[in-house]
């Protein structure tokens, strides 16, 4: 079963609000990616988070890595309709390749 | 610069039929992986490759095999395809295993009736 768990696992929000996303595992992460799938389309890479504590940020996006680097987030400042899609986190368990959470489809009302 | 590279797009086969998914990436990463998408559920992994030659099972191999013969190519082997491998099958590459980004192709979109 998937070993990092990702909510929620939709998310409507009006154009305008902001939106986040969490991701979180029971076991020390090395640690974490980020992907986006648009609607019909394969997973792209956003970010990766490396370091305790970790924050990231690109335009409206904020990445956070947490300090136990068990969990992490990603947040959207006002969201626009060009966000809609379905975010992933993704890291390695065990030393494996990755291992991806369940991923949380947004969704923005114009 | 092409990336990776999937066909078919879409492919609908009767149950106990088998096939073969493509795979070719152009940009010499030893690690390539296989994973399938189903709703609400993630990716999982399916088969990865360190490099030409070694294969290794992923979370969810039952049903599938691969081989890499060469660094380019990965192709994913349904060998009797049933209902329930009905998915979104994605192919991915990476320079390494965990550290960098992973390149996705479009997805074959497999139905099995």
């Known amino acids: 079963g998937q070993q990092v768990m990702q909510i929620p696992q939709y998310q409507h929000v009006q154009e305008g609000e902001d939106f986040t996303t969490y991701c979180n595992s029971s076991?020390?992460?090395?640690?974490i990616q980020w992907y986006k799938q648009r609607p019909g389309g394969h997973p792209v890479f956003l970010i990766q988070?490396?370091?305790?504590?970790e924050v990231k940020k690109q335009k409206r996006l904020t990445f956070q890595f947490g300090e136990a680097k068990k969990n992490s987030s990603l947040h959207i400042t006002a969201t626009q309709t060009t966000d809609v899609g379905t975010y992933f986190c993704?890291?390695?368990?065990?030393?494996?390749?990755?291992?991806f959470g369940g991923g949380t489809r947004l969704m923005v009302k114009p | 610069n092409a990336g990776v590279t999937q066909t078919p797009k879409f492919q609908v086969l009767k149950t106990g039929q088998s096939m073969t998914l493509q795979c070719a990436q152009d940009?010499?990463?030893?690690?390539m992986s296989w994973y399938r998408q189903d709703p609400g559920m993630g990716l999982r992994l399916i088969h990865y490759?360190?490099?030409?030659?070694?294969?290794d099972q992923g979370e969810v191999p039952n049903g599938y095999n691969v081989s890499r013969s060469t660094t380019e190519d990965f192709p994913l082997r349904l060998l009797s395809a049933a209902p329930s491998q009905t998915s979104v099958y994605f192919c991915?590459?990476?320079?390494?295993?965990?550290?960098?980004?992973?390149?996705f192709g479009q997805g074959t979109r497999l139905t099995v009736v």
């Open positions: 991915a590459s990476s320079f390494d295993r965990v550290n960098t980004e992973a390149f």
């Open positions: 076991t020390t992460l090395s640690n």
């Open positions: 988070l490396v370091k305790s504590g």
């Open positions: 993704a890291s390695a368990i065990g030393g494996n390749m990755l291992t």
């Open positions: 940009m010499n990463h030893e690690y």
């Open positions: 490759s360190v490099g030409a030659g070694i294969t």
